[in-house]
């Protein structure tokens, strides 16, 4: 790494030359380009960066002051119903932190509007992965600028990796002053309090804690369809020399495999049929336990006993797959055929610079593991081109990996430098036009693939669990096999939800054509818990 070109971020976070306004509780209120700003904590990247000892607590959420906040919120909504509309990019993740601030919305007595020009409060939950995601929010902002202007009183809130962000926070305050909140991916449970400030003190409100929280259990939640995410573990400690989550997401934390499995024993209850168990890393859960040994594959053995049809998870690291994993999820049942396991490369040499702490070998050997427990897996992945250096070998050794592997499907990208990754700072002499050549012909591989997976299930029948209908045509509807493949094929909309049999007529490049053999089964209809 090139030490100087290192960056001080404290500068971010200088506000020695702005008024204050008003100091008190550890709240400091500036005022910045004629707007006052209250920051109750504002992200740092060293503090983000650091790995502390202490203890994770778990914590039930709510207590008497919450309470009133979320009872005062009810009493307005009561004289004149408020709306809320919330914006989500990115990852599983957020999709599930949008649930429970939906949860928290409704809790307080709001309801949800498509149509922004009639919400009252207006949630950007933001990604920061990428810098093409982040250009879309700023973007996003130039647009809700106007009916800002043209409604005063709405509040307009970003969220999300983005907050976490010192950077982004403070061109925010700088260039974007009609924001009205701004909180961070360890805050979501304190948006009664920060609703609170932003809506009665017309201040633009500032928490972002950089340093993770404690794990708050029973946040109200609000899920849609038939399926759900179960988060698992919050944060990574993987510290992949290109990512920004370690910063964003903090330290990893498990959650209690007693809290999962209740979760997951109630949505059983509710009728859900799929459920998705989440974790940036999900083969490190139970790492951080320190009074008992309990890891990914206690809690996926734990779950296959919950009467729940289909059970994924998302994302795994190839590190931390270990053997106890892999039998048991060859014993099958609702734990389905699918893994998504992130190679990020083909090259041990490139791995080594991503610090992803396995080789090439090791990776093709887990794959062998796997397939010889489970002969029908199937195996989806992640992959970054053009990483800092990366010669037209090392490529070409991504590609052959993908041969090998047989991945049936990948989310490919162009490597994006974010600001205070070790990446950032490695020098790098691949011109992008290179790059974008790697992912056309990577993106070319992988069809040509997806279509060769999607080939071998000519004719047969497969369970497709319904999700919806087209887009394009009502009459056919849409889902997916427990590999996670999208099928559609015709049938009545009363049949969304359900378990159908279908046999594949046309297997093409992003999906399957199929028909039905039968209506749904009753007995999968009334599983139960
Ligand atoms: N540039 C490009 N892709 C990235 N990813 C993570 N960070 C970056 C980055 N800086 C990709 C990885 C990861 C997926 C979620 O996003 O492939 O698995
Ligand atoms: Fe990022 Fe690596 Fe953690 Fe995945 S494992 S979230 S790529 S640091």
Same mark, same amino acid.
């Given at each position: 790494?090139?030490?100087?070109?290192?960056?001080?971020?404290?500068?971010?976070?200088?506000?020695?030359?702005?008024?204050?306004?008003?100091?008190?509780?550890?709240?400091?209120?500036?005022?910045?380009?004629?707007?006052?700003?209250?920051? &109750?904590?504002?992200?740092?990247?060293?503090?983000?960066?650091?790995?502390?000892?202490?203890?994770?607590?778990?914590?039930?959420?709510?207590?008497?002051?919450?309470?009133?906040?979320?009872?005062?919120?009810?009493?307005?909504?009561?004289?004149?119903? !408020?709306?809320?509309?919330?914006?989500?990019?990115?990852?599983?993740? &957020?999709?599930?932190? =949008?649930?429970?601030?939906?949860? /928290?919305?409704?809790?307080?007595?709001?309801?949800?509007?498509?149509?922004?020009?009639?919400?009252?409060?207006?949630?950007?939950? %933001?990604?920061?992965?990428?810098?093409?995601?982040?250009?879309?929010?700023?973007?996003?902002?130039?647009?809700?600028?106007?009916?800002?202007?043209?409604?005063?009183?709405?509040?307009?809130?970003?969220?999300?990796?983005?907050?976490?962000?010192?950077?982004?926070?403070?061109?925010?305050?700088?260039?974007? $002053?009609?924001?009205?909140?701004?909180?961070?991916?360890?805050?979501? !449970?304190?948006?009664?309090?920060?609703?609170?400030?932003?809506?009665?003190?017309?201040?633009?409100?500032?928490?972002?804690?950089?340093?993770?929280?404690?794990?708050?259990?029973?946040?109200?939640?609000?899920?849609?369809?038939?399926?759900?995410?179960?988060?698992?573990?919050?944060?990574?400690?993987?510290?992949?020399?290109?990512?920004?989550?370690?910063?964003?997401?903090?330290?990893?934390?498990?959650?209690?495999?007693?809290?999962?499995?209740?979760?997951?024993?109630?949505?059983?209850?509710?009728?859900?049929?799929?459920?998705?168990?989440?974790?940036?890393?999900? &083969? $490190?859960?139970?790492?951080?336990? =320190?009074? #008992?040994?309990?890891?990914?594959?206690?809690?996926?053995?734990?779950?296959?006993?919950?009467?729940?049809?289909?059970?994924?998870?998302? =994302?795994?690291?190839?590190?931390?797959?270990?053997?106890?994993?892999?039998?048991?999820? $060859?014993?099958?049942?609702?734990?389905?055929?699918?893994?998504?396991?992130?190679?990020?490369?083909?090259?041990?040499?490139?791995?080594?610079?991503?610090? #992803?702490?396995?080789?090439?070998?090791?990776?093709?050997?887990?794959?062998?593991?796997?397939?010889?427990?489970?002969?029908?897996?199937?195996?989806?992945?992640?992959?970054?081109?053009?990483?800092?250096?990366?010669?037209?070998?090392?490529?070409?050794?991504? /590609?052959?990996?993908?041969?090998?592997?047989?991945?049936?499907? $990948?989310? %490919?990208?162009?490597?994006?430098?974010?600001?205070?990754?070790?990446?950032?700072?490695?020098?790098?002499?691949?011109?992008?036009?290179?790059?974008?050549?790697?992912?056309?012909?990577?993106?070319?591989?992988?069809?040509?693939?997806?279509?060769?997976? &999607?080939?071998?299930?000519?004719?047969?029948?497969?369970?497709?669990?319904?999700?919806?209908?087209?887009?394009?045509?009502?009459?056919?509807?849409?889902?997916?096999?427990?590999?996670?493949? /999208?099928?559609?094929?015709?049938?009545?909309?009363?049949?969304?939800?359900?378990?159908?049999?279908? #046999?594949?007529?046309?297997?093409?490049?992003?999906?399957?054509?199929?028909?039905?053999?039968?209506?749904?089964?009753?007995?999968?209809?009334? !599983?139960?818990?």
């Amino acid at each position: 790494m090139d030490k100087g070109t290192k960056k001080d971020y404290s500068k971010y976070f200088d506000f020695s030359d702005a008024k204050i306004v008003s100091q008190e509780d550890g709240r400091t209120t500036y005022k910045i380009n004629g707007r006052n700003i209250q920051i &109750n904590a504002a992200p740092s990247y060293q503090d983000e960066k650091r790995r502390g000892k202490e203890d994770i607590q778990v914590l039930a959420f709510g207590n008497a002051e919450t309470e009133a906040a979320m009872e005062q919120f009810r009493e307005l909504n009561q004289g004149r119903q !408020h709306y809320y509309s919330i914006t989500t990019y990115g990852c599983q993740m &957020n999709e599930h932190d =949008t649930e429970v601030m939906r949860g /928290l919305f409704e809790a307080m007595g709001f309801q949800p509007t498509e149509d922004r020009s009639q919400a009252d409060v207006i949630l950007l939950n %933001t990604c920061a992965v990428r810098e093409n995601a982040e250009d879309k929010v700023f973007g996003e902002l130039g647009h809700l600028k106007g009916l800002k202007l043209e409604k005063p009183g709405l509040i307009l809130g970003v969220c999300g990796c983005m907050s976490q962000e010192a950077a982004v926070v403070n061109r925010i305050m700088q260039k974007h $002053a009609f924001v009205d909140l701004i909180f961070g991916t360890h805050n979501i !449970h304190r948006l009664p309090h920060l609703l609170q400030d932003a809506y009665f003190g017309k201040e633009m409100v500032v928490e972002v804690w950089s340093k993770e929280g404690d794990i708050i259990e029973n946040l109200p939640k609000k899920r849609e369809g038939m399926r759900a995410w179960v988060n698992i573990m919050y944060g990574c400690d993987k510290f992949c020399t290109y990512c920004i989550v370690p910063y964003t997401r903090g330290k990893e934390r498990s959650r209690l495999p007693e809290d999962v499995i209740a979760e997951v024993r109630e949505l059983a209850r509710q009728g859900y049929k799929e459920i998705t168990l989440l974790g940036q890393n999900v &083969n $490190a859960y139970g790492k951080d336990f =320190t009074d #008992r040994e309990y890891r990914f594959g206690d809690l996926m053995d734990a779950i296959r006993e919950v009467g729940i049809p289909r059970v994924r998870f998302t =994302t795994s690291h190839p590190r931390d797959f270990d053997d106890h994993l892999i039998e048991v999820l $060859a014993k099958g049942g609702n734990l389905v055929e699918h893994i998504h396991l992130p190679v990020q490369s083909g090259s041990s040499e490139v791995l080594k610079r991503m610090s #992803r702490k396995y080789t090439r070998e090791h990776f093709l050997d887990l794959v062998r593991r796997i397939k010889a427990a489970i002969p029908d897996v199937v195996l989806t992945t992640d992959i970054i081109v053009g990483f800092p250096g990366e010669t037209e070998e090392q490529f070409e050794e991504t /590609l052959s990996l993908v041969r090998e592997v047989k991945f049936a499907s $990948a989310f %490919t990208f162009i490597y994006s430098p974010r600001e205070g990754t070790p990446a950032a700072s490695m020098e790098d002499n691949v011109p992008y036009e290179v790059k974008q050549q790697r992912l056309v012909r990577l993106n070319e591989l992988i069809a040509e693939l997806s279509l060769e997976s &999607n080939e071998s299930l000519r004719g047969q029948t497969i369970e497709v669990l319904v999700e919806g209908q087209s887009k394009n045509n009502p009459n056919v509807l849409s889902g997916r096999t427990r590999s996670n493949k /999208l099928i559609h094929f015709e049938g009545p909309k009363e049949w969304i939800g359900e378990f159908v049999q279908v #046999r594949v007529t046309k297997p093409q490049t992003w999906y399957i054509t199929a028909e039905a053999v039968s209506p749904p089964e009753r007995a999968a209809l009334s !599983h139960g818990a």
